[in-house]
């Protein structure tokens, strides 16, 4: 990468007073090249106890901005129902590279704990409904922007390899590529065209991806932590509904019932054609970007995000 390509902060570095020392983005970029995109994290410092996490990639910096938006409104909740965040200490984007230094939090993955403390499951499975319900009813950024908090790319399973095909700048656009999509679908099963219409749903947090892999469990302290917010998204309601009704997992399929997530219309139209959306071989249907982010030329060849291989989600009853 060019030395001379500008840092672009997101989330600015956490100072001295703040009682941390944040790398300077030099060094956190050069490390991170050198560690390759084949694992996009690294721990700093290399040697001795770690003191933080740092991610990177192609949007990762938005990851970051959403993180430290709940971050902040975690430290003020009153319920006891916000999970633990870890704290964003510097988020950034250099040329096509995003990246987000956070705090490094040494504890096993609920995914992990599980697999040799099978008992804990009654604590945690209530642990992580109450959260996901509290993402979920997290007030909104007024800015009436869609995705990551501040915009950007959205992650979720609706779309091919869970990634919109560029960012969306306001719901209106992003209604018009779902239609787009869903007419594709219809037509592909011969079947009449439903739109959906957002203009009669709110806009909410939609965490799309609350799989056991992606929240910590302290033993010690019987306390959870949310960790990585790549599906976490300002959108309307159908997504957050769609996300956990027609989500692939089981577990996350019960997280469902258990908030009473109520089935919508728009929901029902999306649902009916992602098999067919997902093998379509474009993911545009003839749509162009819209004040999209320029990302510039990856420094690897590669675009930076990989797909997870997961399977596309279905409308199906709990297993």
């Known amino acids: 990468m060019d030395p001379q390509t500008p840092i672009v902060t997101v989330v600015p570095p956490v100072g001295p007073d703040g009682g941390v020392s944040v790398p300077l983005a030099s060094e956190i970029v050069r490390l991170c090249l050198a560690n390759g995109l084949d694992r996009p994290s690294v721990l700093y410092p290399t040697t001795g106890m770690p003191r933080f996490f740092i991610k990177y990639g192609r949007g990762v910096e938005e990851q970051g901005c959403t993180q430290d938006y709940v971050y902040r409104h975690a430290l003020q909740d009153a319920t006891g129902s916000a999970p633990h965040v870890p704290r964003v200490y510097y988020a950034f984007r250099c040329g096509a590279l995003g990246f987000v230094v956070m705090e490094y939090v040494p504890r096993p993955t609920v995914q992990q704990w599980l697999a040799d403390h099978r008992e804990d499951a009654a604590v945690i499975r209530p642990m992580i409904a109450s959260a996901v319900d509290w993402i979920l009813k997290l007030p909104v950024p007024g800015d009436g922007v869609v995705g990551p908090v501040g915009g950007g790319r959205i992650m979720h399973i609706f779309f ?10 306001d719901v209106g656009v992003l209604q018009q590529y779902v239609n787009r999509a869903i007419r594709w679908g219809a037509t592909v099963m011969r079947e009449p065209f439903t739109a959906v219409d957002f203009g009669t749903e709110p806009l909410q947090f939609c965490d799309s991806d609350p799989a056991d892999w992606n929240f910590l469990f302290d033993p010690s302290s019987r306390t959870l932590w949310r960790v990585d917010y790549e599906h976490v998204c300002v959108l309307p309601a159908s997504f957050a509904a769609y996300a956990l009704i027609c989500h692939h997992e089981p577990e996350i399929r019960r997280l469902a019932l258990v908030l009473n997530v109520s089935h919508t219309a728009n929901m029902e139209a999306m649902a009916r054609y992602s098999r067919e959306i997902s ?5 545009t249907f003839g749509m162009k970007p819209t004040g999209a982010k320029s990302f510039g030329q990856f420094p690897f060849g590669s675009s930076g995000r990989v797909s997870n291989g997961r399977k596309r989600p279905q409308l199906h009853p709990l297993d």
């Open 160 to 169: 091919k390899d869970q990634e919109a095909p560029f960012p969306f700048p």
């Open 279 to 283: 093998m379509c071989s474009t993911t």
